[in-house]
């Protein structure tokens, strides 16, 4: 008998970089148990759970999980957003300081605190040098996936990644997009 499709929802609070890595990883891992919406919708935290939210209720039946990623970057909302969330069923995958933190995952361990994008983008460009935000390559990741999982797992308790700079909660979504390692 053949195992259901999940659906999910995804919804971006950023434009491009984290919408063309999870379309890349859905594309290379081929999971056939799993279906993929992702939207871009650049708001503050708190707008996102809102419009992610609404988002899943006016299609009842669609999705069986919805999703936000965001970064933490300058935002105050976070903390309420992420308490938002798990009132209205919304799973986060939230990155502190920002998404590239869990592109450079992918190549090292990085245990540093990290300001910010712009701290943090020359530790990815000694790995990637011709990194470009708008034009990620998801092949330029694809080897390094589960090295990444393993090292965001040790950053920060589950669940609190928008209390611990750095860290990232993506891994989580990955491997609902991707499935778990084999093996």
Not at 19 to 48: F, I, K, M
Not at 56 to 65: C, K, L, N, V
Not at 108 to 120: C, F
Not at 176 to 182: F, K, L
Request: glycine share 4%; charged share 30%.
């Amino acid at each position: 008998m053949r195992e259901a499709r999940k659906r999910l929802l995804v919804v971006c609070g950023a434009l491009v970089t984290e919408s063309a890595y999870l379309r890349g990883l859905r594309a290379h891992a081929a999971n056939p148990a799993v279906a993929l919406r992702v939207v871009e919708r650049p708001c503050a935290p708190t707008q996102l759970v809102s419009y992610t939210a609404d988002l899943r209720d006016r299609s009842p039946g669609d999705f069986d999980e919805a999703w936000y990623v965001f970064d933490i970057d300058e935002f105050r909302d976070v903390p309420r957003a992420v308490s938002d969330a798990i009132r209205r069923d919304v799973k986060v995958a939230v990155s502190n300081p920002c998404f590239e933190l869990w592109l450079l995952l992918h190549f090292t361990d990085h245990g540093a605190y990290a300001e910010s994008y712009a701290r943090l983008l020359p530790h990815l460009t000694k790995h990637l040098p011709r990194y470009d935000k708008a034009r990620l390559d998801f092949r330029h990741f694809a080897d390094g996936r589960h090295d990444a999982v393993r090292r965001a797992k040790t950053l920060s308790p589950e669940g609190k990644e928008h209390e611990v700079n750095p860290s990232s909660g993506v891994w989580r979504l990955a491997e609902e997009v991707a499935g778990p390692p084999r093996g």
